[in-house]
């Protein structure tokens, strides 16, 4: 079963605008993290936000900030004020507990986020 | 600067080959971690370490070494029993499962 689910392969937005970027996820475990990376087409990974099961406020990052709905196992991101060199891909990741046959960090598929001037 | 150095950027393997990428890190880090990209695709994990002289496999690990002699260096060795090696890899290092993994550069992989 896919643990991370982006389910936007491609999304525009207008320069200074704002966009939610979503991630759902699937665990049984009640101790997880959530993070968000940004990777521009030269292909480093930039971390972004984490959120942790317990926190119990939504985390930010200046534009950043991450809608976490953990009833609907949801934590979106969003991206306020838009810039151009926003445009990149943008990976939502999970982190359980290690056990056994727990692979330490679990990505999802991505979502390319293009900025329009 | 602290940071984690892969080299090379651009590798070519000949078929029957086994190759070597390079992943350095001075952030004094316990746990190093590698992935495989494929095109459109997200990361997959290949394997990690979360100490020295320990590694585990990932979900992908077959067709690929890896040693851990020092805590700065994680190599990873892509054999020839790898069918399909062209991708992008990613090496990652953190210092314990819970903080955020922080990556390095990439080596782009190609068969010639």
């Known amino acids: ?117 | 600067d602290g940071g984690i150095t892969q080299s090379p950027k651009y590798l070519f393997r000949k078929e029957g080959q086994n190759v070597t990428l390079s992943c350095e890190q001075n952030l004094n880090h316990d746990a190093m971690y590698w992935y495989r990209q494929d095109p459109g695709q997200g990361l997959r994990l290949i394997y990690y370490s979360q100490i020295v002289n320990d590694f585990q496999k990932g979900d992908i690990a077959e067709g690929y070494s890896v040693s851990r002699e020092k805590k700065e260096s994680f190599p990873l060795t892509v054999t020839s029993a790898q069918k399909n090696p062209t991708a992008f890899y990613l090496c990652a290092s953190s210092i314990d499962w819970v903080e955020p993994q922080h990556f390095g550069d990439g080596t782009r992989l190609s068969i010639l």
């Open chain 1, 1 to 117: 079963a896919q643990k991370i689910t982006q389910t936007q392969p491609g999304m525009f937005v207008q320069e200074k605008e704002a966009v939610t970027l979503d991630c759902t996820y699937d665990t049984s475990d009640p101790s997880y993290g959530l993070f968000w990376y940004k990777q521009p087409s030269s292909g480093e990974m930039i971390f972004l936000i984490y959120q942790g099961s317990y926190d119990q406020q939504n985390a930010t990052e200046g534009r950043y900030s991450l809608n976490f709905q953990k009833a609907r196992k949801s934590a979106n991101l969003v991206i306020s004020a838009s810039q151009l060199g926003d445009s990149a891909m943008y990976f939502c990741a999970m982190r359980e507990p290690p056990r056994s046959g727990n692979t330490p960090l679990v990505f999802g598929k991505g979502t390319r986020l293009s900025v329009i001037a």
